[in-house]
């Protein structure tokens, strides 16, 4: 392992690499910042043998042109906080300061902290990332809803309603759900009712079991019931069976996707300053979070909150005809489907949860007392939350970027 320390100043940088146990690799030495000498730095440094990861404090904007040189060389470089590295090592450095010297303390911060450096990346790169990731993942919740709508419509001949009688949420860790894991193995109400309880008890407990699911003897009972009381319009003969397990398998296969996708997307966002921001705001959980960083991208490109709402298309049309003019209901619906489809969801939890002291549901019961059509209070909400997001959004970029 190569731990490269950067003492960076204005035009020049003081460069010193070590390993383990004090070795010195590179003896402390100075490299201009032009273009000819930063490439031929990224050079000597990605010849050297065994991992390499290269640390500097951030220095204004006199560490951007050295971060991003090295790291588009496809070094591992990490932008650390000057007061980390004064701190270190009880900050035993005497004056006079040396660049040498504050290179060597870099290098072995490295060290100390090998595992727990986070790689620097442009926020510009990871925003475009989490976009393209975001679009993939609106493809891919649209196919979760084909193949959903499809196996219901199998059931409705198989087995109705056996996808009501399983309340419990999607699984965390690989988003399945319940009742389509069950229909993979009981994919016709004939496979339960023609058994007894005793003998589906036990199949259902080995399923359960097999599954990670948590068996109960009233959950058992309650579905034996279900199937008893449940008529088919079709036979349970092996090519309906078959249809019916195959549409589960297509369902399964989407939902690990929309899963794989969303867990991708929380890994990119979480490198973003705004991410801790944007998940405690109430009603947006990690399946929504990085959906609204991924459409609204950096707030600041929009020179106010209400230029943003507009943008997303929140705002409402003006309708001038002669000496009339009215201010109409209806959203322009510019911008991003996206967007709207995801603040529509986050407006929903507010009204399930009711949340106390929450400005944008106060403000959503207000607008629903005045009478205010439902699409007219959701909508009006949605474009309070957008402004808040702006404004706490902004501020803690503002706040990151003085920082680096």
Same mark, same amino acid.
């Given at each position: 392992?190569?731990?490269?320390?950067?003492?960076?100043?204005?035009?020049?940088?003081?460069?010193?690499?070590?390993?383990?146990?004090?070795?010195?690799?590179?003896?402390?030495?100075?490299?201009?910042?032009?273009?000819?000498?930063?490439?031929?730095?990224?050079?000597?440094?990605?010849?050297?043998?065994?991992?390499?990861?290269?640390?500097?404090?951030?220095?204004?904007?006199?560490?951007?042109?050295?971060?991003?040189?090295?790291?588009?060389?496809?070094?591992?470089?990490?932008?650390?906080?000057?007061?980390?590295?004064?701190?270190?090592?009880?900050?035993?450095?005497?004056?006079?300061?040396?660049?040498?010297?504050?290179?060597?303390?870099?290098? %072995? @911060?490295?060290? *100390?902290?090998?595992?727990?450096? &986070?790689? $620097?990346?442009?926020?510009? #790169?990871?925003?475009? !990332?989490?976009?393209?990731?975001?679009?993939?993942?609106?493809?891919?919740?649209?196919?979760?809803?084909?193949?959903?709508?499809?196996?219901?419509?199998?059931?409705?001949?198989?087995?109705?309603?056996?996808?009501?009688?399983?309340?419990?949420?999607?699984?965390?860790?690989?988003?399945?759900?319940?009742?389509?894991?069950?229909?993979?193995?009981?994919?016709?109400?004939?496979?339960?009712?023609?058994?007894?309880?005793?003998?589906?008890?036990?199949?259902?407990?080995?399923?359960?079991?097999?599954? %990670? @699911?948590?068996? *109960?003897?009233?959950?058992?009972? &309650?579905? $034996?019931?279900?199937?008893? #009381?449940?008529?088919? !319009?079709?036979?349970?003969?092996?090519?309906?069976?078959?249809?019916?397990?195959?549409?589960?398998?297509?369902?399964?296969?989407?939902?690990?996707?929309?899963?794989?996708?969303?867990?991708?997307?929380?890994?990119?966002?979480?490198?973003?300053?705004?991410?801790?921001?944007?998940?405690?705001?109430?009603?947006?959980?990690?399946?929504?979070?990085?959906?609204?960083?991924?459409?609204?991208?950096?707030?600041?490109?929009?020179?106010?909150?209400?230029?943003?709402?507009?943008?997303?298309?929140?705002? %409402?049309?003006?309708?001038?005809?002669?000496?009339?003019?009215?201010?109409?209901?209806?959203?322009?619906?510019?911008?991003?489907?996206?967007?709207?489809?995801?603040?529509?969801?986050?407006?929903?939890?507010?009204?399930?949860?009711?949340?106390?002291?929450?400005?944008?549901?106060?403000?959503?019961?207000?607008?629903?007392?005045?009478?205010?059509?439902?699409?007219?209070?959701?909508?009006?909400?949605?474009?309070?939350?957008?402004?808040?997001?702006?404004?706490?959004?902004?501020?803690?970029?503002?706040?990151?970027?003085?920082?680096?």
């Amino acid at each position: 392992m190569n731990a490269v320390g950067i003492d960076v100043s204005k035009g020049k940088s003081m460069v010193c690499v070590m390993r383990p146990f004090g070795e010195v690799v590179l003896e402390p030495f100075e490299v201009l910042h032009t273009a000819q000498n930063l490439n031929d730095l990224a050079g000597k440094l990605k010849a050297l043998d065994g991992e390499t990861r290269v640390v500097l404090e951030a220095t204004g904007n006199y560490h951007k042109p050295v971060t991003f040189v090295l790291h588009d060389a496809g070094l591992f470089v990490s932008v650390v906080n000057p007061v980390l590295i004064s701190d270190f090592g009880g900050n035993t450095l005497r004056k006079p300061k040396t660049d040498k010297k504050d290179s060597v303390k870099i290098a %072995s @911060y490295a060290l *100390t902290y090998w595992l727990d450096l &986070k790689e $620097y990346t442009p926020q510009e #790169d990871l925003r475009k !990332s989490l976009k393209l990731l975001n679009r993939q993942y609106q493809q891919s919740i649209k196919l979760k809803t084909m193949m959903n709508n499809n196996l219901i419509s199998l059931l409705d001949l198989t087995f109705p309603g056996i996808n009501k009688l399983f309340t419990s949420p999607s699984r965390e860790s690989d988003g399945h759900e319940k009742w389509v894991d069950f229909v993979l193995e009981f994919s016709h109400c004939d496979m339960i009712s023609k058994l007894t309880i005793k003998a589906f008890a036990k199949k259902y407990k080995k399923w359960s079991d097999k599954n %990670s @699911y948590h068996f *109960t003897e009233s959950s058992c009972e &309650k579905i $034996y019931a279900f199937a008893k #009381d449940c008529v088919s !319009s079709v036979s349970s003969d092996k090519a309906i069976v078959f249809s019916v397990v195959q549409a589960a398998k297509m369902l399964i296969s989407a939902t690990e996707n929309c899963h794989a996708i969303q867990s991708e997307m929380n890994r990119v966002a979480s490198k973003l300053p705004e991410y801790d921001t944007v998940m405690n705001m109430y009603g947006v959980g990690k399946a929504v979070g990085p959906q609204l960083m991924a459409e609204i991208g950096d707030p600041r490109r929009f020179h106010s909150r209400k230029a943003i709402t507009a943008y997303f298309g929140y705002d %409402s049309e003006n309708n001038d005809s002669g000496q009339k003019t009215t201010r109409s209901n209806p959203m322009t619906k510019k911008g991003s489907g996206a967007l709207r489809r995801t603040l529509f969801i986050i407006m929903q939890v507010l009204l399930q949860t009711k949340p106390q002291d929450n400005p944008v549901y106060d403000f959503l019961i207000k607008k629903k007392s005045e009478g205010k059509h439902y699409y007219s209070y959701i909508n009006a909400a949605a474009n309070k939350f957008l402004r808040i997001y702006y404004a706490r959004v902004k501020e803690v970029l503002n706040v990151s970027e003085q920082m680096t």
